[in-house]
């Protein structure tokens, strides 16, 4: 090998390849600009769409009797917590119109049926309001707020009014069991058109005596939750049953003289050691193997194409080959541009990701917040896993590349081998897969597990020595198969 | 005056290429000749005769399956970084990289071959002003003709002043001009004393440029002498006498 050769050799490489639109999209901008945009728009869209549904109101199907006594339940929940509500009201420092007090008056027997609407606002937004509230009135508000989104954010539709005709979708079919008003087809039939996005069948007389009752009465709700907002419609009137549960047991175990923890023989008191930091941390632990060596891939894509096909395709590989350089000194020179393009490539995607979190993803003052903060030895080891998997994509591209007849061919090889490299990093994607000792010798599974773990800040030695050391036995394998292929005059001049 | 000592000396030279199942094609059988400085010895023959098989041994791209041959006393099999230091290589589909400009190609060249970059600007100078390129050097390559392109590429391969030129069918596909460019250049080359292999099928350029020549068909030298021993064959046409030793080969 001859250093000064092949520093001759790579620096032509680097000089060529920049010059290379494709390249330059894959190793620059695909990192720098298209990931970060992709990540905000899918992000800001998931949001959108979450808080769209939140906020929307579902056409429920209820008849009259039912709307009052979901709203009598409503109010007799709400006339009973008020003054606690007051509390929670002050703490949480609220002083526009209204307040708690606004829901009582939303709900109100004689209130208007389509009550103001910058009243409903104002009380959206104060119980989605994110406070530190103790455990009992976070409960508290959550349950207020299960009571306004599903009076307020829902269309009652009585079921009486629903079409005749049409016919069920193949695999649809009316469960057994529901009480005649929902064993109607036109019920289900207006479910799974989307006209309503759930149908309720309140026992009214049983709710009347609801707690001074001893039993448990059924509420039937007919709902698909293959369907997005049949589901929301479903989670709202959950919600709404817990909250009305809670107070209604309450009632009944204070009528009984019994204490108010009297049917919760264990309470779970929960203490989590990861502070939400942490939390961000281990996602994006899970999240980083694959976007950084995805486009540690892709930045070595077409560099390794270009400089092996694409030599063979434009005829100037073998004038090359006639020059008084060894092969080795021609397969490192290549090899060298395509290792550092892959690695630009991991870097910008690293940056970019950082980025995008810190300043796109999470809003200002959230960010602010979170204290994603890498230990150095953490990214230290977790570099000493990328230089491998970067050597290893370089070789192993810049041999499929040579061995191909043409660009287009060699394009072709590297689809599979995308599947095969790439791929396996998803593993860290998946919450309950953990770095066991025997994934250690699962190539690229185990650096993407060992990744999420170190970057959580837990060093697993054993686990880092194999996959280390594996990895680099592979990398010096596909190096050597890349150098014995610039030796294979067969490959060379296959064309 | 005695004659030179050859510098190209091929002796029983043969390439067996091996196919899947065992199928062998034996695309040079038993090749010897020996072309000397100041000389410019052609090769001829129909297409898939055994030429460029021929001049990729003699150039060590390709190993030969037996037999031996020399270039300058290097020999091609044990020696091959001291054979290409002393040949310059150039074919008809020679490419150029497209995203580099002339310049940029003959520096890169000029720097493998362990040139200062000071020797190579002085040879640069030396081609551009022979063959006209100075207003394109800084061009890039993909926005040149093909004439200039093969203007650059003459440059490429005699840029590090080879004692052997190895030049397989280097006018294909070129239009009059850029072919007499060619001519011209090899005939330069033998008046500064260089040793010419020069493979064609076309019979003008042989009869203009070569002093001997070796007809190869199915992978053997049929023929091997001079011009005017072959012209001796079939009176004063050269194109007769090359299609008379094909049909005595077969």
């Known amino acids: 090998m001859t250093p000064r050769t092949v520093f001759v050799i790579a620096r032509k490489e680097l000089q060529d390849v920049l010059r290379d639109r494709r390249t330059l999209f894959f190793m620059m901008l695909l990192p720098i600009v298209v990931m970060p945009l992709l990540m905000l728009g899918i992000s800001r869209f998931v949001m959108q769409q979450t808080v769209e549904r939140r906020a929307r109101v579902l056409p429920i199907a209820v008849d009259p009797a039912g709307q009052t006594a979901l709203r009598a339940l409503a109010l007799s929940w709400w006339s009973a917590h008020k003054l606690a509500l007051g509390v929670v009201e002050a703490r949480m420092g609220v002083t526009a119109i209204g307040g708690f007090a606004g829901l009582g008056q939303l709900l109100q027997p004689d209130a208007d049926t389509s009550p103001d609407e910058a009243l409903v606002a104002n009380m959206a937004q104060m119980l989605k309001a994110e406070h530190d509230l103790p455990p009992e009135e976070r409960q508290l508000k959550q349950d207020a707020a299960a009571l306004f989104d599903l009076l307020f954010r829902s269309e009652f539709i009585d079921p009486g009014s629903l079409p005749w005709g049409g016919e069920l979708a193949q695999g649809v079919e009316i469960p057994s069991g529901l009480p005649p008003a929902l064993a109607d087809t036109r019920v289900a039939l207006a479910v799974q058109e989307k006209r309503i996005a759930a149908a309720l069948q309140l026992p009214t007389e049983a709710l009347l005596t609801l707690e001074d009752a001893h039993e448990s009465t059924p509420l039937h709700v007919l709902y698909d939750s293959s369907q997005s907002l049949s589901k929301e419609a479903f989670e709202r009137i959950e919600s709404f049953l817990g909250a009305v549960n809670r107070h209604a047991l309450r009632v009944r175990l204070e009528a009984q003289s019994l204490p108010s923890d009297f049917a919760e023989p264990i309470r779970l008191v929960a203490a989590n050691v990861a502070t939400d930091s942490r939390k961000v941390q281990a996602f994006l632990g899970g999240l980083l193997p694959y976007m950084l060596f995805a486009f540690c891939f892709f930045g070595a894509l077409y560099p390794a194409l270009d400089v092996t096909a694409g030599e063979k395709e434009r005829f100037t590989l073998e004038t090359l080959l006639l020059g008084p350089v060894s092969r080795l000194d021609i397969a490192l020179g290549k090899f060298l541009v395509v290792f550092v393009a892959a690695l630009i490539a991991a870097m910008l995607t690293t940056t970019s990701m950082a980025l995008t979190f810190t300043h796109g993803i999470l809003p200002a003052d959230l960010a602010s917040t979170f204290q994603i903060e890498f230990q150095p030895l953490a990214l230290l080891l977790t570099g000493s896993l990328v230089l491998p998997v970067a050597a290893l994509y370089s070789a192993l591209l810049l041999a499929v590349g040579l061995y191909a007849r043409s660009f287009k061919e060699a394009q072709s090889y590297t689809v599979p081998l995308q599947f095969l490299l790439v791929l396996p990093m998803m593993v860290s994607l998946i919450p309950d897969v953990e770095a066991e000792a025997h994934l250690a010798w699962i190539p690229f599974v185990n650096i993407s597990m060992l990744m999420k773990e170190l970057l959580k800040g837990n060093y697993l030695w054993g686990f880092y020595a194999i996959t280390l050391a594996s990895t680099l036995l592979l990398t010096v394998a596909a190096l050597a198969w890349a150098a014995w292929m610039f030796r294979r005059e067969s490959v060379l001049l296959r064309s | ?250």
């Open chain 2, 1 to 250: 005056m005695p004659d030179p000592a050859p510098l190209v000396e091929a002796r029983q030279l043969a390439k067996v290429y091996r196919g899947r199942r065992g199928k062998t094609v034996e695309a040079v059988r038993e090749l010897t000749f020996a072309a000397r400085a100041g000389e410019v010895f052609g090769l001829l023959g129909p297409n898939g005769a055994g030429k460029t098989t021929s001049l990729r041994m003699l150039s060590t791209v390709l190993a030969p399956t037996s037999g031996s041959a020399t270039i300058a006393g290097h020999d091609v099999v044990s020696d091959p970084h001291a054979v290409r230091a002393c040949i310059g290589f150039l074919s008809g589909n020679t490419g150029l990289y497209p995203r580099l400009s002339p310049r940029e190609v003959l520096t890169y060249f000029g720097r493998l071959h362990l040139m200062t970059d000071e020797q190579i600007a002085a040879r640069i100078e030396l081609f551009a002003g022979l063959f006209g390129m100075h207003e394109f050097l800084d061009r890039r390559c993909d926005a040149l003709s093909s004439g200039m392109r093969q203007k650059v590429n003459i440059a490429r391969t005699a840029l590090h002043d080879p004692r052997v030129l190895i030049l397989d069918e280097p006018t294909v596909g070129l239009d009059v001009l850029a072919s007499r460019s060619i001519v011209d250049f090899v005939r330069r080359c033998r008046d500064e004393g260089r040793c010419v292999l020069f493979s064609t099928h076309i019979m003008g350029e042989v009869a203009r440029l070569c002093d001997r020549l070796a007809i190869i068909h199915l992978g053997r030298v049929q023929f091997l002498g001079t011009l005017d021993e072959l012209r001796a064959r079939a009176g004063a046409d050269v194109e007769e006498a090359f299609v008379q030793v094909l049909e005595q080969a077969t």
